[in-house]
Each structure stands twice: as structure tokens, then as C-alpha cells.
């Protein structure tokens, strides 16, 4: 594996550094007090086609594989956390689905206005009764005629308001199990679709989770995602397809709050001298930037994997689990490192020990990926 990355990814991720630094980054206390990203910092999102991340050039999109996607994420991820997820959602579990299953007519229904960041996308399967447990779906597609009539309801779906375009994953045989379910592309238009409870959340402000509710919601057969039955798989393949993604996304977080951190060790004087050289303090610091630097090469390894096509479900599982972990121990210490500046919600470090929470939970939790490590474990040893 080479772990230079190709000129036009260093130009990319160069503008994205530049962006979020000079741009987003000083609005970053404004999207947390006003639970709303500013759209001029969506527009300036637009422009630089950062919607358009995982979208072929054919379609609108940048067309650029797994590395240089993650390269782009590491930087986005050093900033607010729900600007992050906002564009992290919609390139990953909101669009990979179409740009992976989706037939010619749906591609070039959907894509360029995705691409554009004209129209959001969001990934619906998340129910009530079916987080951990995705198999136990109860919003159900019934066909009648040319449509599908949905009912039910999915809750904790991130990018739900702001969302257009939703990869929904509904039972249409209820004898069949997991080759009973189903994916469709829903739009926020249809007969029948609205966005229910809007939930508040311990973080990632700006970025908004909500109920979707189907009431004899009505989709064209033509939106089918995929072949029928093949939704619970198709899902499996989207949430694997992400981590990567999403691993980069926390490794730049990391990186932020061990940037932040050593800032702080070399200004903070107490007993004389700059805190970094009192060995408690210096050992923590030491500490965060071996794990971050061990995710670092994790993160690309995966992606590299993608890229070249390899089966990646145990390695992409492992990527979810560490790199989830290392963020939010990552983030403990920052908070302990920077002391009562690191507790009070004026400075960031306590903006980022909340949003790192939910990586433990979102997108899989982590002890669902040490089942599916476990299992291809088992699979490997047989």
C-alpha cells in the first residue's frame, strides 16, 4: 500500500483544510447556540462540491474513491461535528445506495441534484423495535399496482429535516425475514410521507434526527432500490461501505482535540512550569497521539481495501469499533488535559466530549461490530 496520496486528493483536501478553517470553524460556537448550520456555509459547501463526494463524475459528483474520500473527511471532521455530519450522512448511507444499486433511470433521476447538494439524502432503517435487532422491521410495503403503499414509522434518522431524497428499508414479506425486506427510494414529496417528532439530542448540534412517518405513503414501483427482498443485504452493504468514512471522520475530530490539547499543555503554567512537563500530563498527550496515529493508518488501510475491490465486512467492523473508541477516549482526555476550561460549553473541548458519544451507537453500535468481528472470526477459523 502507498501511502502517498495523488496530487488532485492533496489539492482537494488542501481547499476542504482551508475551508474549514477559515470558514466554518469561525461559525463553529454559532451552530451549536443556534442548532442550525448557516447557508451560506451550505452554499459555500456546494460550490466546492462537497456533496458530491461519493457521486461519479458522470452524475454531477467528484468521483473520487475511498482514500481520497476519507483524506477529505479527516479535514472535515476537524470542525463542528454537526457540519461534519451533515455532508458525512448524505456522501455516505445517503447516497452510496443509488450510486451502488440503483439502475441508469434512477441515477439520473437522483444523482445530479444529490451531487449538487441541491437535494439531501438520508438513510432510513432504524425503527422502534429494530435498532440493534434491523431484522425486526415493522413499517411494511404493500404492492398495489404500480406503487408501493408504506406504513410505519423510523425514528432517529439523521439528516431527516433537512433531508429530500431517503433510502427506506421496509417488510414486503413478512414470512421471508431478512430476504422479506426491501429498499426504496422515498421522497419527501410523496402522498403520505412527513417528518414526525423532531428528537432533541445530547449533541451534534446543527445536524437534525427525526421520526419518518409512512401513512399509505405511495411510491412507484419504479423506485424500488435494488431487487425485492434484497433490502436487509442491501442495507448491510451500505452501513459497511461507510465506516471507512466515517472512521475518517473521527480521526479528524481526534486530531482537532490533540491540536487543541498540546496548545494548552505548552501555554498552561501551574507550579512553575508549562503543564506538558509534569509527567501525568505528558503521558495523556502521548497517549492520544499513539491511538490517533494507529487509527490513521487503520483508516487508510480500509480504504485501500475498498478501493481495491477486497472483502472488508471484519476489517470494516474493527475500523467502526476503534475508531468510535479511540474518539471518545481521545475526547476524555481533552476534557481532563485542559481541566475546568475543558468542562465549560464557551470553549470546544465540551462540545466535542458530547458529540463523540454517539460514534459508540450510530451507524452500528460497538457491540454489534464486535458480533460481526466475532462471527467472520468464526467463519475464518472453521
Request: contains cysteine.
Given at each position: 500500500?502507498?501511502?502517498?496520496?495523488?496530487?488532485?486528493?492533496?489539492f482537494l483536501k488542501n481547499?476542504?483544510?482551508?475551508?474549514?478553517q477559515n470558514e466554518v470553524?469561525?461559525?463553529?460556537?454559532?451552530?451549536?447556540?443556534?442548532?442550525?448550520?448557516?447557508?451560506?456555509?451550505?452554499?459555500?459547501?456546494?460550490?466546492?462540491?462537497?456533496?458530491?463526494?461519493?457521486?461519479?463524475?458522470?452524475?454531477?459528483?467528484?468521483?473520487?474513491?475511498?482514500?481520497?474520500?476519507?483524506?477529505?473527511?479527516?479535514?472535515?471532521?476537524?470542525?463542528?461535528?454537526?457540519?461534519?455530519?451533515?455532508?458525512?450522512?448524505?456522501?455516505?448511507?445517503?447516497?452510496?445506495?443509488?450510486?451502488?444499486?440503483?439502475?441508469?433511470?434512477?441515477?439520473?433521476?437522483?444523482?445530479?441534484?444529490?451531487?449538487?447538494?441541491?437535494?439531501?439524502?438520508?438513510?432510513?432503517?432504524?425503527?422502534?423495535?429494530?435498532?440493534?435487532?434491523?431484522?425486526?422491521?415493522?413499517?411494511?410495503?404493500?404492492?398495489?399496482?404500480?406503487?408501493?403503499?408504506?406504513?410505519?414509522?423510523?425514528?432517529?434518522?439523521?439528516?431527516?429535516?433537512?433531508?429530500?431524497?431517503?433510502?427506506?428499508?421496509?417488510?414486503?414479506?413478512?414470512?421471508?425475514?431478512?430476504?422479506?425486506?426491501?429498499?426504496?427510494?422515498?421522497?419527501?414529496?410523496?402522498?403520505?410521507?412527513?417528518?414526525?417528532?423532531?428528537?432533541?439530542?445530547?449533541?451534534?448540534?446543527?445536524?437534525?434526527?427525526?421520526?419518518?412517518?409512512?401513512?399509505?405513503?405511495?411510491?412507484?414501483?419504479?423506485?424500488?432500490?435494488?431487487?425485492?427482498?434484497?433490502?436487509?443485504?442491501?442495507?448491510?452493504?451500505?452501513?459497511?461501505?461507510?465506516?471507512?468514512?466515517?472512521?475518517?471522520?473521527?480521526?479528524?475530530?481526534?486530531q482537532k482535540l490533540l491540536?487543541?490539547?498540546?496548545?494548552?499543555?505548552?501555554?498552561?503554567?501551574?507550579?512553575?512550569?508549562?503543564?506538558?512537563?509534569?509527567?501525568?500530563?505528558?503521558?495523556?498527550?502521548?497517549?492520544?497521539?499513539?491511538?490517533?496515529?494507529?487509527?490513521?493508518?487503520?483508516?487508510?488501510?480500509?480504504?485501500?481495501?475498498?478501493?481495491?475491490?477486497?472483502?472488508?465486512?471484519?476489517?470494516?467492523?474493527?475500523?467502526?469499533?476503534?475508531?468510535?473508541?479511540?474518539?471518545?477516549?481521545?475526547?476524555?482526555?481533552?476534557?481532563?488535559?485542559?481541566?475546568?476550561?475543558?468542562?465549560?460549553?464557551?470553549?470546544?473541548?465540551?462540545?466535542?466530549?458530547?458529540?463523540?458519544?454517539?460514534?459508540?451507537?450510530?451507524?452500528?453500535?460497538?457491540?454489534?461490530?464486535?458480533?460481526?468481528?466475532?462471527?467472520?472470526?468464526?467463519?475464518?477459523?472453521?
Amino acid at each position: 500500500m502507498d501511502f502517498k496520496l495523488p496530487e488532485d486528493i492533496v489539492f482537494l483536501k488542501n481547499n476542504v483544510r482551508d475551508f474549514v478553517q477559515n470558514e466554518v470553524e469561525p461559525v463553529a460556537m454559532q451552530i451549536e447556540k443556534e442548532n442550525k448550520i448557516p447557508e451560506k456555509i451550505i452554499e459555500q459547501s456546494k460550490e466546492m462540491g462537497l456533496f458530491g463526494l461519493s457521486i461519479p463524475e458522470e452524475y454531477g459528483g467528484l468521483g473520487i474513491g475511498m482514500v481520497g474520500k476519507c483524506a477529505l473527511y479527516e479535514e472535515i471532521g476537524q470542525t463542528h461535528n454537526g457540519y461534519t455530519t451533515l455532508i458525512g450522512a448524505h456522501t455516505g448511507i445517503g447516497t452510496v445506495g443509488i450510486v451502488e444499486m440503483g439502475n441508469e433511470e434512477q441515477k439520473k433521476k437522483y444523482l445530479p441534484d444529490m451531487a449538487a447538494g441541491n437535494r439531501i439524502g438520508a438513510f432510513a432503517l432504524t425503527e422502534p423495535e429494530a435498532g440493534s435487532n434491523a431484522v425486526n422491521l415493522k413499517t411494511t410495503a404493500v404492492k398495489k399496482g404500480d406503487k408501493y403503499i408504506l406504513n410505519g414509522t423510523k425514528h432517529y434518522i439523521t439528516n431527516a429535516v433537512d433531508g429530500d431524497v431517503f433510502t427506506v428499508m421496509a417488510v414486503t414479506d413478512p414470512e421471508k425475514g431478512a430476504k422479506g425486506i426491501t429498499s426504496f427510494i422515498v421522497e419527501k414529496g410523496f402522498p403520505g410521507f412527513k417528518i414526525g417528532y423532531v428528537e432533541p439530542k445530547m449533541g451534534l448540534r446543527g445536524s437534525h434526527s427525526a421520526e419518518l412517518v409512512f401513512e399509505d405513503c405511495e411510491v412507484p414501483e419504479e423506485n424500488v432500490l435494488g431487487e425485492v427482498g434484497m433490502g436487509y443485504i442491501n442495507a448491510l452493504k451500505i452501513l459497511a461501505n461507510g465506516r471507512a468514512g466515517l472512521a475518517a471522520r473521527n480521526l479528524g475530530s481526534a486530531q482537532k482535540l490533540l491540536d487543541m490539547s498540546m496548545q494548552h499543555v505548552e501555554e498552561r503554567i501551574q507550579f512553575g512550569v508549562p503543564i506538558i512537563e509534569h509527567q501525568a500530563v505528558a503521558h495523556m498527550v502521548a497517549e492520544m497521539a499513539v491511538e490517533i496515529e494507529a487509527l490513521r493508518a487503520f483508516t487508510y488501510k480500509v480504504a485501500w481495501m475498498v478501493d481495491e475491490g477486497m472483502k472488508v465486512i471484519k476489517e470494516a467492523a474493527m475500523l467502526k469499533l476503534y475508531g468510535s473508541e479511540v474518539y471518545n477516549r481521545v475526547a476524555d482526555k481533552a476534557v481532563q488535559v485542559h481541566g475546568g476550561i475543558g468542562y465549560i460549553s464557551d470553549f470546544p473541548i465540551e462540545r466535542y466530549f458530547r458529540d463523540a458519544r454517539i460514534t459508540r451507537i450510530y451507524e452500528g453500535t460497538s457491540e454489534i461490530q464486535k458480533n460481526i468481528i466475532a462471527n467472520q472470526l468464526r467463519k475464518e477459523y472453521s
